[in-house]
């Protein structure tokens, strides 16, 4: 080696190792979870708008009904019961107000504690609801109300279409309730255990379900308990 090049290795030092970059992290590795609970609340979404459509088409027929048959609609609505209507409309309010603050309390780490006792609250509600559309269901079978031989109201126009439409949507709608209270309770009971499927973006999913299912009620309540009562 010559005399320069001895001093141009001297200046320039022992060779450095540079050491190599950190991985890139692969696309949408961080944005998985978050992609996944989009993806399950618009799932969601797309299942409400397709019951939408079909207690939609349940509301067109009650409408037609109603334009159709006018006397006959009020006649039959008065003899639903409007004060049991009304208790499980207030349950159902409830339930949607607690459904609300479980959500809530599931985003807060300090106030996480409660939320499992808030869901199992909710599905109570839901409960004390079917129990007392049960107790109604009887009331309305034993005054022969129930669209079939013996109807009380066979003489009056529209009124078995009414009943028709008062069984078919509110036994939808307690159908609909009934599947809210087992995933609410089964959410519920994995919230108390720390299971992974019980997240928050599943309990978000759910609380969808639940305000829908109230909300049709909301829709119900007016139609089939109130109709005829105006002086």
């Not at 320039?12 to 949408?28: L, S």
Request: charged share 10%.
């Amino acid at each position: 080696m010559t005399a320069p090049d001895l001093a141009a290795s001297a200046v320039r030092g022992p060779t450095a190792r540079v050491p190599a970059p950190p991985p890139a992290p692969q696309a949408g590795a961080e944005a998985g979870p978050a992609a996944g609970n989009q993806a399950g609340q618009l799932g969601m979404w797309i299942f409400l708008g397709t019951e939408l459509l079909f207690f939609g088409g349940l509301l067109l027929a009650y409408a037609y009904g109603r334009t159709h048959w006018p006397h006959g609609f009020a006649v039959a609505g008065r003899q639903t019961d409007v004060v049991l209507g009304t208790v499980n409309t207030g349950l159902l309010l409830t339930s949607s107000a607690l459904m609300a603050l479980a959500l809530a309390c599931a985003d807060h780490l300090a106030h996480r504690r409660w939320t499992g006792r808030l869901l199992w609250l909710t599905a109570a509600t839901g409960a004390a609801f079917l129990a007392i559309k049960g107790i109604e269901y009887r009331h309305e079978w034993n005054a022969q109300l129930f669209p079939r031989a013996g109807f009380a109201l066979s003489q009056t126009d529209g009124a078995a279409l009414f009943f028709w439409l008062y069984f078919v949507t509110t036994g939808l709608h307690a159908l609909h309730l009934l599947i809210g209270i087992t995933g609410v309770s089964t959410l519920a009971w994995g919230h108390g255990r720390a299971r992974p499927w019980a997240a928050l973006h599943q309990l978000e999913a759910m609380g969808l379900y639940w305000h829908f299912v109230d909300v049709v009620w909301i829709f119900l309540y007016p139609l089939l308990y109130l109709v005829g009562r105006h002086p």
